[in-house]
T-cell receptor
Framework: GAVVSQHPSRVICKSGTSVKIECRSLDFQATTMFWYRQFPKQSLMLMATSNEGSKATYEQGVEKDKFLINHASLTLSTLTVTSAHPEDSSFYIC?????????????FGDGTRLSIL | GESVGLHLPTLSVQEGDNSIINCAYSNSASDYFIWYKQESGKGPQFIIDIRSNMDKRQGQRVTVLLNKTVKHLSLQIAATQPGDSAVYFCAERGYGQNFVFGPGTRLSVLP
């Protein structure tokens, strides 16, 4: 079964709205989670690394004030797209891994399809 | 660095044939590798992994081969089925605990 749960799976909203996406680790405590963005027919693009209890680390070119990340607990990270505009429409995916197990893959959520009208 | 904005190459195979998907990785110090399958509208799913101290690992209908000399990883799928149609990504663990993803390959299974 799924070990990372992402919600919602799809959001359609008006321009200017802020949208919050949740990512939960179900079977383990994740001190680190990752947020990706994926455009159609393209690879995963890492946006930021979410760190429990501290600030997220953003990749170059990703606006931290546009994409707010909060990792308030060991099982939950949230990504808020603030004042979303049509160019923010995309597929957003989170992932996490169990830090207690060394050779273990990142597990991914099922993604959130964000459509801004 | 991370994969950014690359359009996916496509591999088309006949149903029942074997598929081989290739991946070149960048960091000779990477010690752990994973293959993921991503179906349309879903997140990537783990298929198989391999550590750098191995050169081959087999799963159910899938085999991963690792050639560290040329920094090459491949995924072999035996008796490809329509349900195997998806995008396949390789990932390498390099510095720290972060994974770097390849550009992905779209596998199309022809009837």
């Amino acid at each position: 079964g799924a070990v990372v749960s992402q919600h919602p799976s799809r959001v359609i909203c008006k321009s200017g709205t802020s949208v919050k996406i949740e990512c939960r680790s179900l079977d383990f405590q994740a001190t680190t989670m990752f947020w990706y963005r994926q455009f159609p027919k393209q690879s995963l693009m890492l946006m930021a690394t979410s760190n429990e209890g501290s600030k997220a680390t953003y990749e170059q070119g990703v606006e931290k004030d546009k994409f707010l990340i909060n990792h308030a607990s060991l099982t939950l990270s949230t990504l808020t797209v603030t004042s979303a505009h049509p160019e923010d429409s995309s597929f957003y995916i989170c992932s996490a891994r169990d830090p207690m197990v060394w050779n273990q893959p990142q597990h991914f959520g099922d993604g959130t399809r964000l459509s801004i009208l | 660095g991370e994969s950014v904005g690359l359009h996916l190459p496509t591999l088309s195979v006949q149903e029942g044939d074997n598929s081989i998907i290739n991946c070149a990785y960048s960091n000779s110090a990477s010690d752990y590798f994973i293959w993921y399958k991503q179906e349309s509208g879903k997140g990537p799913q783990f298929i198989i992994d391999i550590r750098s101290n191995m050169d081959k690992r087999q799963g159910q209908r899938v085999t991963v081969l690792l050639n560290k000399t040329v920094k090459h990883l491949s995924l072999q799928i035996a008796a490809t089925q329509p349900g195997d149609s998806a995008v396949y990504f390789c990932a390498e663990r390099g510095y720290g605990q972060n994974f770097v993803f390849g550009p992905g390959t779209r596998l199309s299974v022809l009837p």
